[in-house]
């Protein structure tokens, strides 16, 4: 996927518009993908916002249905029409309704998500319940050693927002190669960043921190092997992404840490392997690296930040 591209549908993504609907009027409605990034073989899950700026009665098929017209690039897609139970409901002027719906992906683009990967979804006549979300494809049957590893993305969808990793295969071959399969293979989805020290890095990539009753292990788990190190000339600067190890650089498995600044200081003891690019979430960086922490160290998040995702954007070598 051109870079370009991928961020003008990641802004996208963000967006939702918020209106009075022409249909129902004095009912504000809004639609919003929660994940505004996601993988052709998961699921999207949205929230239905409905708002009563005064008396109405909403129906039913808003209530507990799912009415979406869907558009892949510039061709329409399919239809989707669950009708809602039960009968209409009259509320009261200010009254809030939230609800949450979940879709596979593959009911929304059956037949794969088109070259660019965008998806408009619109509720039928009504103002302000539509989105707009980006699906990356399934790449599950790609061979790694099909992939073009300077021009491949990974892009790390948090409950904060999205970061978008390149990477530097020429400095660290076999250290991007095991990020990337392990992304491919769904290793790091449901994982948290267990980690958090601000002006310092933050660290994920631990399976273990999947359960919250493995609390104590967090921070010693892997993917049940380890890689050489490849301590190269990057510097560990704001932005980096680096393998995290226990003592030495051989040690290294699945867990990694984003450089929240400068930390030249690891540079001869760490494998330093790609960074987040520029436009690619150094702000979701900055909110990831400011949320409270306790515990020993300072360093665990009082709130989850979920690395919901790790999504592969193959870029294939040229034969």
């Given at each position: 996927m051109n870079r370009s591209l991928l961020a003008s549908a990641v802004v996208l993504s963000s967006y939702c518009s918020a209106v009075l609907s022409q249909d129902l009027p004095g009912l504000k409605v809004v639609l919003l993908a929660e994940q505004p990034f996601v993988s052709a073989i998961g699921e999207v899950s949205f929230k239905l916002l409905l708002d009563a700026q005064q008396d109405v009665t909403i129906p039913a098929d808003l209530m507990s249905g799912i009415q979406l017209d869907v558009k892949l690039g510039d061709q329409f897609g399919p239809l989707i029409r669950d009708s809602g139970k039960g009968s209409p409901v009259a509320v009261a002027a200010g009254t809030k309704i939230e609800r949450r719906i979940k879709l596979p992906v593959s009911r929304l683009?059956?037949?794969?998500?088109?070259?660019?990967?965008?998806?408009?979804?619109?509720?039928?006549?009504?103002n302000g319940g539509?989105?707009?979300?980006?699906?990356?494809?399934?790449?599950?049957?790609?061979a790694l050693d099909d992939l073009d590893l300077e021009?491949?993305?990974?892009?790390?969808?948090?409950n904060f927002g999205t970061i978008t990793l390149g990477f530097y295969p020429k400095k660290a071959p076999e250290s991007v190669k095991n990020f990337v399969k392990l992304a491919k293979e769904g290793f790091y989805d449901g994982t948290k960043f267990h980690r958090v020290i601000r002006n310092f890095m933050v660290q994920g990539g631990d399976p273990n921190t999947k359960d919250d009753s493995k609390l104590a292990t967090w921070g010693q788990g892997g993917p049940g092997y380890n890689i050489k190190g490849e301590v190269n000339d990057t510097a560990h600067s704001r932005g980096?992404?680096?393998?995290?190890?226990?003592?030495?650089?051989?040690?290294a498995g699945s867990q990694f840490f984003l450089c929240h600044r400068d930390a030249a200081h690891l540079n001869k003891g760490y494998t330093a392997?790609?960074?987040?690019?520029?436009?690619?979430?150094?702000?979701?960086?900055?909110?990831?690296?400011?949320?409270?922490?306790?515990?020993?160290?300072?360093?665990?998040?009082?709130?989850?930040?979920?690395?919901?995702?790790a999504i592969l954007l193959p870029a294939m070598k040229q034969k």
């Amino acid at each position: 996927m051109n870079r370009s591209l991928l961020a003008s549908a990641v802004v996208l993504s963000s967006y939702c518009s918020a209106v009075l609907s022409q249909d129902l009027p004095g009912l504000k409605v809004v639609l919003l993908a929660e994940q505004p990034f996601v993988s052709a073989i998961g699921e999207v899950s949205f929230k239905l916002l409905l708002d009563a700026q005064q008396d109405v009665t909403i129906p039913a098929d808003l209530m507990s249905g799912i009415q979406l017209d869907v558009k892949l690039g510039d061709q329409f897609g399919p239809l989707i029409r669950d009708s809602g139970k039960g009968s209409p409901v009259a509320v009261a002027a200010g009254t809030k309704i939230e609800r949450r719906i979940k879709l596979p992906v593959s009911r929304l683009c059956p037949n794969g998500p088109g070259p660019t990967g965008k998806i408009v979804l619109q509720w039928p006549s009504i103002n302000g319940g539509n989105c707009v979300l980006t699906v990356a494809a399934d790449c599950s049957k790609i061979a790694l050693d099909d992939l073009d590893l300077e021009k491949t993305r990974v892009v790390l969808v948090t409950n904060f927002g999205t970061i978008t990793l390149g990477f530097y295969p020429k400095k660290a071959p076999e250290s991007v190669k095991n990020f990337v399969k392990l992304a491919k293979e769904g290793f790091y989805d449901g994982t948290k960043f267990h980690r958090v020290i601000r002006n310092f890095m933050v660290q994920g990539g631990d399976p273990n921190t999947k359960d919250d009753s493995k609390l104590a292990t967090w921070g010693q788990g892997g993917p049940g092997y380890n890689i050489k190190g490849e301590v190269n000339d990057t510097a560990h600067s704001r932005g980096v992404i680096s393998m995290a190890n226990s003592g030495s650089p051989d040690t290294a498995g699945s867990q990694f840490f984003l450089c929240h600044r400068d930390a030249a200081h690891l540079n001869k003891g760490y494998t330093a392997f790609g960074a987040i690019e520029d436009g690619g979430g150094l702000d979701v960086l900055d909110a990831i690296a400011n949320v409270r922490c306790a515990g020993v160290e300072g360093s665990r998040p009082l709130s989850p930040v979920l690395l919901l995702q790790a999504i592969l954007l193959p870029a294939m070598k040229q034969k």
